[in-house]
């Protein structure tokens, strides 16, 4: 009796054997129904598939046992597995274009609304004080934000030398106005204009505007080119061929088990790992780089919502121009003084067009700023707080995005196994457990990659263009993170458009910032060499500090033109106040 139960044991465990590992014979009967289902399910015809499993002499990819597949099958499915490759890889990559495409549109979306408003409140701000006499002189405003705007856009414009010829512009007419009894030629006021720097007829708001405004300018402008950058970066780091090597290894990982007859059995954690990181190798190569890119983006965006504010920014314009103007006004008798000892002796103004306090608008009320409660309202719908705070939560996760995307593919299950189910998922040859070890991440280390033969000699020479586009926008983001535009670098002292004074606390610059304005830290100087600046149209003739309205020249002894000015200027002092647009 013993000795019958120890021939059924044997029996049992030889047909258990057989079951799991069937002779060619016994496999080349078996079903192909379950390979032909889903082969049709992904909508080719079955006509060439095999009912019952045939010999594979003709397979090329697959191994070459019993199979469920004809060479036209096996064809096919190559392809396919390259398209669901192309697939998980614009799947996975998607929220980075979403982000990308999304945040530039809302940025740039705000950012020119923050202009428009700025430009509309400064109108409505100076009409409101001298109507039509503001309204002849729109054009020097016009123009500055006319240059903001191009600017802003991409355009090739200084900032410093925008706010010069702003400023030079303004100068020039109240001037002008604030010294009625004198008539200027234009090479006078050109001198004027030209020396303005020197004599400071606005105190040190100028300087005070230009840095704020070219700071956060700058700063807006890049981060919005950063985005529309990094969205256009990855549609084309994503847009792969996959060469022969890559569609043999996607093949044999997900294809193959349906040529075996099995399917439904997704390939091994760390044969899906092999493939998609010799698939994926140069992609692997961006990391470095990308990761400063994304690093360059976050600290840019809290700049923005810090000591580079746009909103803070725009709004402080037509404040700060008020402010400048009044300088000038209250300044105005030693202003002229040193300005008519400089240029020359003016000529007196014909009699008809001196005007009386009632042609003058002298009724009009004097220049004032905006409190608190009537600064107008932001750009609708959102604030800048917001959206850097949206941003910067996306861009966190981005960071190591191109080594991780092999691990993010296979970790989803249409793609690969659990790495649980480790001993009962296709290895490549058949259901078991996967051996080889898996490679490290980037080119070189795809040497020993046993699944996808890769060739590390040869740099792609794509991934090198991407890698260096990702250096350029990154040096543009740091610079515009220390306030200068690296387009526009002064030669003299390392500063930017608009973006010197690197070591200037940032509190003093923002009207009801005070004591809370974000901490910041000075950055490391690092001055970058640039092309000279474009010169002014206005400068053609040099300097015009010695010579007077074209009427000879000004001895060095020239006596002060104030004795009878100073009791004009103080008893007209609010007359002429109305007549700055004039």
């Not at 057989?18 to 082969?39: F, H, I, K, M, W």
């Not at 669901?84 to 990559?93: G, P, R, T």
């Not at 861009?395 to 480790?422: Q, Y």
Request: hydrophobic letters at 30%.
């Amino acid at each position: 009796m013993r000795r019958m139960d120890t021939r059924v044991l044997v029996w049992l465990c030889a047909v258990a054997a057989l079951s799991e590992n069937r002779s060619p014979a016994a496999t080349a009967g078996r079903s192909c129904a379950d390979s032909r289902q889903v082969y049709s399910e992904k909508g080719y015809s079955t006509s060439t598939a095999p009912v019952t499993q045939i010999s594979g002499e003709h397979l090329r990819l697959c191994p070459q046992d019993y199979t469920c597949c004809s060479t036209q099958m096996e064809e096919t499915l190559s392809l396919q597995s390259e398209r669901d490759f192309l697939k998980a890889i614009e799947d996975n990559s998607q929220f980075l274009l979403t982000t990308f495409t999304q945040r530039h549109r809302r940025f740039d979306e705000f950012f020119r609304e923050l202009i428009d408003l700025s430009e509309k409140s400064m109108n409505q701000m100076f009409t409101k004080t001298y109507g039509r006499l503001f309204t002849q002189n729109t054009h020097i405003f016009q123009e500055l934000f006319l240059e903001l705007r191009r600017y802003y856009s991409g355009g090739s414009v200084s900032l410093t030398e925008v706010f010069s010829d702003f400023w030079s512009g303004v100068v020039e007419r109240v001037f002008s106005l604030v010294n009625p009894q004198y008539q200027f030629g234009d090479d006078y006021l050109e001198c004027v204009s030209k020396h303005a720097e020197q004599l400071q007829p606005f105190g040190d708001v100028p300087r005070k505007l230009r840095v704020q405004v070219s700071r956060a300018f700058i700063a807006a402008r890049t981060l919005s080119q950063g985005l529309a950058f990094g969205r256009d970066f990855v549609n084309t780091a994503t847009k792969l061929t996959a060469d022969s090597e890559c569609v043999r290894g996607l093949m044999r990982q997900w294809y193959c088990p349906l040529c075996r007859g099995l399917p439904f059995l997704r390939p091994c954690h760390s044969l899906c790992l092999n493939v998609m990181k010799g698939c994926l190798a140069n992609q692997a190569e961006l990391e470095a780089e990308w990761n400063n890119f994304i690093d360059a983006l976050y600290l840019v965006s809290e700049k923005l919502e810090g000591p580079f504010n746009f909103e803070l920014a725009a709004d402080s314009i037509s404040v700060k121009v008020s402010e400048a103007i009044m300088h000038m006004q209250e300044n105005s008798v030693s202003i002229s003084s040193k300005v008519f000892q400089g240029c020359g002796n003016p000529r007196p103004a014909p009699a008809r067009n001196k005007r009386s306090p009632n042609e003058s608008g002298g009724n009009r009320k004097p220049f004032r700023t905006y409190t608190p409660e009537e600064k107008p309202t932001t750009a609708a719908g959102t604030n800048l707080d917001r959206l850097v705070t949206e941003l910067k939560e996306r861009l966190r996760p981005m960071r190591g995005f191109w080594v991780s995307l092999p691990h993010t593919i296979c970790n989803d299950e249409r793609m690969a196994a659990d790495v649980t189910n480790e001993d009962r998922c296709w290895n490549g040859q058949t259901r078991g457990r996967y051996l080889p070890d898996v490679t490290g991440d980037g080119l070189t280390s795809q040497i020993n990659n046993p699944e996808v033969e890769v060739d590390i000699s040869r740099p792609d020479v794509k991934t090198k263009q991407l890698i260096m586009d990702l250096r350029v926008m990154t040096n543009k983001l740091k610079h515009a993170e220390r306030g200068q535009d690296m387009n526009f670098i002064d030669s003299e002292d390392g500063s930017g458009s608009g973006g010197g004074d690197q070591g200037e606390r940032y509190s003093d610059d923002w009207p009801g910032y005070g004591p809370y304005s974000p901490p910041y830290s000075k950055p490391p100087h690092n001055p970058v060499s640039n092309a000279a600046k474009p010169p002014r149209g206005r400068e053609k003739n040099g300097s015009k500090w010695s010579k007077n309205n074209g009427h000879g020249r000004v001895r060095s002894s020239a006596k002060l033109h104030t004795s009878g000015l100073l009791p004009l200027l103080s008893s007209q002092f609010v007359i002429y106040v109305a007549l700055l647009w004039r």
